[in-house]
Nanobody
Framework: QVQPVESGGGSVQAGGSLSVSCAAS????????MQWFRQRPGQGREWVAD???????VYAISVKGRFTASQDNTKNTVYLQTNSAKVDDTAVYYC?????????????WGQGTQVVVSS
């Protein structure tokens, strides 16, 4: 059974570092596609980044240049981080494992991790 589990959320000051991780049991991140999403207060869930198993990460315009998505194959874990957090990054961050390596197909969602960025 595929089960992503996020961790690393918490509180951070604007301009500081934000980092969340997602461990995917029952799923090989090297061979497949993991994605990051977030849900800001009062808004719908938005796509943040793709981490194709053998490709280059792709980012939403809202975070491109500020966020870095990466993976550690030895830990079967993916990460999302920034060194320049903004108040607008306050959200619940979710990772999703996709059914297909090209980031299509069914979603396997994690439970989410809350990040609060304060000014």
């Amino acid at each position: 059974q595929v089960q992503p589990v996020e961790s690393g959320g918490g509180s951070v000051q604007a301009g500081g570092s934000l980092s969340v991780s997602c461990a995917a049991s029952g799923y090989n991140v090297t061979l497949n596609c993991m994605q990051w999403f977030r849900q800001r207060p009062g808004q719908g869930r938005e796509w943040v980044a793709d981490i194709p198993g053998t490709g280059v990460a792709v980012y939403a315009i809202s975070v491109k240049g500020r966020f870095t998505a990466s993976q550690d194959n030895t830990k079967n874990t993916v990460y999302l981080q920034t060194n320049s957090a903004k108040v607008d990054d306050t959200a619940v961050y979710y990772c999703a494992a996709r059914r297909n390596p090209d980031c299509t197909g069914s979603y396997y969602w994690g439970q989410g991790t809350q990040v609060v960025v304060s000014s």
